[in-house]
């Protein structure tokens, strides 16, 4: 198989099929179709003996009720141990079990049946989205958008009733970041292992056959655009309610509670942040169909007219529309409420957000990705 063979001279070789060796990063990166199972094996069994433990009497149960300043908005959360606990570790048993066979496949290098393929591939994709998706709340999102004042939050504490970041970021919440994790790795494991079955390039993803006309670079940026379009239109929502509160306009809350807002110390200066963040997130959007996102532009004077590495814009990117969906999911199943729709209502967009940035950001490596350095295809 062609996959295969690709798979088993990079191991043996420790380097791309062409090319000039790259970096430790994008070394150890373009190697995620032979780490992501054994990966995702790994978490399955840790997580899962984590839930063994808690079955039976231990503490730290992250979906027990606790005091509201301590709970998560996970569709788990509160739930009986004595019921969550024996299925999750029940069902980690069973991915454990999965992911072997996948690495089996992997390393064996086998033909599978047409039904067992299937079979696999619905139970990694279902068992990624659960993890990625279904469990987690906007826990993610917070985190993407405070990362650049985390570290001042950490001397200063958190505006408001809140001590420092254990206040933020605790347990119940941390345990949220772990599961979302272990999406990504099985979903990491599940795409290799498409690829691989298909005897497709398990890195590009290009096989024998011809590629689609959609992912034409000229096709790719026409439905691109589309996408960007999409992303920025769906931000505006959340933007214009932040804004109206800051200046004093009740915009989808009400009077009470704007007055709530604007009595707690730092909040109104962090919903008027968190907007401009989002407007400037939008902006910066353009550049997945635009030059500036593929030549450094004038106004990024330390590298004006130097190429952009596609990695600078798609890892942004990507965990950006990665993050957006759990918080969009979780506002969801808060339901709506005609006279406070203005604090969860604009968060329902999340999810279209989410999908046409990773659409975008997809139309943008279409178009940058060039000749695979693995494969040697392109």
């Not at 826990?139 to 420092?164: E, K, M």
């Not at 119940?172 to 690829?195: E, K, Y």
């Not at 096989?207 to 920025?232: D, F, K, M, N, Y």
């Not at 139309?363 to 693995?374: A, F, N, V, W």
Request: aromatic share 12%.
């Amino acid at each position: 198989m062609v996959g295969a063979v690709i798979e088993e001279r990079e191991a043996r070789d420790g380097s791309p099929v062409t090319g000039k060796g790259p970096g430790p990063f994008r070394r150890f990166w373009s190697r995620w179709p032979l780490w992501s199972a054994p990966a995702a094996i790994a978490w399955s069994v840790l997580y899962g003996a984590a839930h063994v433990y808690w079955a039976f009497g231990g503490a730290g149960f992250p979906f027990a009720r606790v005091p509201e300043d301590r709970a998560s908005s996970s569709v788990l959360d509160p739930s009986p141990v004595e019921v969550v606990a024996p299925v999750f570790a029940a069902f980690c048993a069973a991915a454990a079990a999965v992911g072997a066979v996948m690495l089996h496949q992997q390393r064996t290098g086998r033909a599978v049946s047409p039904g067992r393929r299937r079979a696999l591939l619905v139970f990694g994709w279902l068992t990624a989205g659960l993890l990625a998706f279904g469990v987690p709340d906007y826990t993610l999102i917070a985190v993407v958008a405070f990362a650049p004042v985390l570290v001042v939050f950490a001397f200063t504490g958190i505006p408001g009733p809140q001590g420092g970041l254990e206040d933020v970021l605790y347990w119940h919440r941390d345990n949220l970041i772990i599961v979302f994790l272990g999406g990504l790795l099985w979903a990491l494991a599940t795409l290799a292992h498409q690829r691989r079955t298909a005897d497709r390039c398990t890195s590009c993803g290009r096989g024998e056959r011809a590629a689609a006309s959609w992912t034409s670079p000229e096709r790719a940026l026409r439905w691109g655009r589309t996408a960007v379009w999409i992303a920025v239109l769906a931000t505006i929502p959340y933007d214009l309610t932040r804004l109206a509160w800051y200046f004093g306009l009740p915009l989808g809350i009400t009077d009470e509670f704007l007055k709530e807002i604007q009595d707690t110390e730092g909040m109104l200066e962090i919903g008027l942040g968190l907007g401009i963040m989002s407007t400037l997130g939008s902006l910066l959007t353009h550049g997945l169909v635009s030059r500036w996102g593929e030549v450094w532009p004038r106004w990024v004077w330390f590298k004006a007219g130097g190429p952009v590495h596609p990695l600078t814009a798609i890892i942004p990117a990507s965990i950006v529309s990665l993050a957006l969906l759990p918080g969009s999911m979780m506002n969801f199943r808060s339901g709506f409420d005609p006279e406070m729709w203005g604090t969860n209502t604009p968060m329902f967009f999340w999810g279209l957000w989410g999908l046409a940035l990773g659409a975008a950001t997809y139309s943008y490596h279409l178009r940058r990705r060039g000749e695979c350095g693995i494969c040697g295809r392109g």
